[in-house]
């Protein structure tokens, strides 16, 4: 059996590991909601009564520099106005949001501006391209408004149309492409300006299934290429846990959980985190590092997986060997899965 109650609990990022950190934030939008200020301690039914909507209540996190960051949770749990929150498009009623060490909430418009351009590159969902403008010329346009050069735009924009996989798409306009290709067109120009922190909210939600895995793919593939941090907003939990590094799950402005899709299957916080999380397939979660009996100086064994793949990813490893399997850590061996080990969390039974 695997000691749940062992295993490693959410722990919030050491400062110097945070590029997003914030604090008590909160958006409260309603008559006279605007005029609040300092510390707030409101409880829902005070809210409700007065005839407000927390739109975010009292959240807090930390986002580590170089993880994906999904932002879960149900239609109007919150997501996209935590989102707005963290970009500063707007304005929070309370709380503290430091990007990279910068109060986002001191910032003068300028400042603001700035760092946005720098900083961060944003892909939203109807993520409106110019219709007038060819895929070259929609990519390069924030280079443009920042003054780059001619040759530069191009240079730029040509190396990320092969980036996003568009190459023979260059001279096409919005209307002659699939609602795929535009979202590629998008997230290349969302990239543009090399930006550090990478928003995407809800960007494949409106596209078929086989297009949106491709992309989830191709995000993916981006991410470990470039090492961008991305902050990713979802209401499907499948995408979450496909794209996760750690989840933040949102119910009625709240953040109920920060955790890896792991911790959430087997530690969830509370009931409605379990009853959401029910329906995942264990093996898609679980390590192999959580259910390895680990043992000091084992003698050599093979063949080996490493301790941070899924069970699903593993068990092919098996079809064609009977004994336990060696599981390593930085290459390193450190334990052993057996075969009635992997079963049971293919049966769902750990
Ligand atoms: P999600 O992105 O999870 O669907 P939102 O952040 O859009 O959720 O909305 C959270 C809650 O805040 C919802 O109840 C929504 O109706 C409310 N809300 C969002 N924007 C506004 C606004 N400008 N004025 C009033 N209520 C809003």
């Known amino acids: 059996m695997v000691d749940v109650a062992a295993m490693r609990n959410p722990v919030e990022a050491a400062p110097s590991d945070a590029i997003i950190s914030c604090r008590n934030l909160w958006k409260v939008y309603g008559n006279g909601a605007s005029g609040l200020t300092g510390d707030l301690d409101l409880t829902p039914e005070e809210i409700a009564a007065r005839g407000w909507v927390a739109a975010v209540r009292n959240a807090s996190l930390q986002i580590r520099r170089g993880e994906v960051f999904v932002i879960m949770g149900l239609s109007g749990s919150g997501k996209s106005t935590m989102v707005r929150l963290l970009t500063r498009l707007i304005d929070a009623t309370a709380g ?92 290349a120009r969302s990239l543009a300006g090399d930006p550090e922190l990478w928003f995407l909210d809800e960007p494949f939600s409106a596209l078929d299934p086989l297009i949106r895995n491709d992309l989830q793919d191709e995000l993916l593939r981006l991410q470990s290429k470039l090492g961008k941090t991305v902050v990713f907003i979802t209401h499907d939990l499948d995408e979450a846990i496909k794209l996760a590094d750690r989840i933040a799950i949102m119910d ?85 899965v057996d075969r009635d080990q992997l079963y049971r969390v293919l049966s769902g039974t750990i």
């Open 96 to 187: 503290q949001i430091m990007v990279d060490g910068q109060d986002m909430l001191q910032l003068n418009d300028q400042k603001l501006l700035e760092l946005r351009k720098r900083k961060m590159g944003m892909v939203f969902q109807h993520f409106a391209l110019l219709p007038n403008r060819t895929v070259l010329g929609n990519i390069a346009f924030p280079l443009q408004i920042r003054g780059a050069s001619p040759q530069e735009c191009e240079a730029r924009a040509r190396e990320l149309v092969e980036v996003v996989g568009l190459k023979g798409r260059e001279n096409n306009y919005p209307s002659q492409l699939s609602g795929g290709q535009q979202q590629r067109v998008g997230i």
């Open 252 to 336: 009625h402005g709240e953040i109920v959980q920060i955790a890896t899709p792991e911790e959430l299957v087997l530690n969830p916080a509370n009931d409605f985190i379990r009853r959401f999380t029910s329906k995942v397939p264990l093996a898609k979660v679980v390590k192999v590092g959580t259910i390895a009996i680990r043992k000091p100086d084992l003698p050599s064994i093979l063949p080996t997986v490493d301790e941070a793949s899924t069970v699903e990813e593993v068990a092919s490893a098996f079809r064609d060997h009977q004994g336990p399997i060696g599981v390593t850590s930085s290459g390193k061996l450190v334990g052993t």
